[in-house]
T-cell receptor, first 110, second 114 residues
Framework: GQQLNQSPQSMFIQEGEDVSMNCTSS?????WLWYKQDPGEGPVLLIA?????ELTSNGRLTAQFGITRKDSFLNISASIPSDVGIYFC??????????FGPGTRLSVLP | DVKVTQSSRYLVKRTGEKVFLECVQD?????MFWYRQDPGLGLRLIYF???????EKGDIPEGYSVSREKKERFSLILESASTNQTSMYLC?????????????FGPGTRLTVL
């Protein structure tokens, strides 16, 4: 099946730094979702985006739905140790199955 | 809050055994899904269901079957477990219709087949 592209694949940052990651697709989507997965756990929904150009925040997290509808971005401000994990994006169109990215692995150094 | 629960967090089975993975959601969602997650391969859809007693094959249905006898419960069955089915299994649910755009996951079951 189709898969989204996420970059970077992994990143190591210092505590307190800001983080940016993105997700791209060759197809357009009507919905973009961002999840975080801790080791050994299921993905937890962070932010859902439903409109092209939309910018949505959830605490220190901000996500944007790209204007072309083929990409989305996630930013984390002032990272803390508990931000460690894998961040997944997902795209969805009504009546179709969800499509997931391979994830960005985030490590936060103290 | 949406809650999706899975019957086991960890399972160890032997090759050839029949394995049942249970998933229950408490938000009256119509849609339920089973994925497996493997390093480097991401999330892959095994089966999904849009209604009771209804099932559809996903991308990798071979070696699996499912059962949806009640709206809140979706079971994944491995008829004869094999070592290549060792994986993390994730159940998810979502609403149907205009609100189908958000999918919620359970905590996962890590299955090891020896």
């Amino acid at each position: 099946g189709q898969q989204l592209n996420q970059s970077p694949q992994s990143m190591f940052i210092q505590e307190g730094e800001d983080v940016s990651m993105n997700c791209t697709s060759s197809s357009i989507f009507n919905t973009w979702l961002w999840y975080k997965q801790d080791p050994g756990e299921g993905p937890v929904l962070l932010i859902a985006l439903y409109k092209a150009g939309e910018l949505t925040s959830n605490g220190r997290l901000t996500a944007q739905f790209g204007i072309t509808r083929k990409d989305s971005f996630l930013n984390i401000s002032a990272s803390i140790p508990s931000d460690v994990g894998i961040y997944f994006c997902a795209g969805h169109n009504y009546g179709q199955n969800f499509v997931f990215g391979p994830g960005t692995r985030l490590s936060v150094l103290p | 809050d949406v809650k999706v629960t899975q019957s086991s967090r960890y399972l160890v089975k032997r090759t050839g055994e029949k394995v049942f993975l249970e998933c229950v959601q408490d938000m009256d969602h119509e849609n339920m899904f089973w994925y497996r997650q493997d390093p480097g391969l991401g999330l892959r859809l095994i089966y999904f269901s849009y209604d009771v007693k209804m099932k559809e094959k996903g991308d990798i249905p071979e070696g699996y079957s499912v059962s949806r006898e009640k709206k809140e419960r979706f079971s994944l069955i491995l008829e004869s477990a094999s070592t290549n089915q060792t994986s993390m299994y994730l159940c998810a649910s979502s609403r149907q219709g205009a609100e189908s755009d958000t999918q919620y996951f359970g905590p996962g079951t890590r299955l090891t087949v020896l």
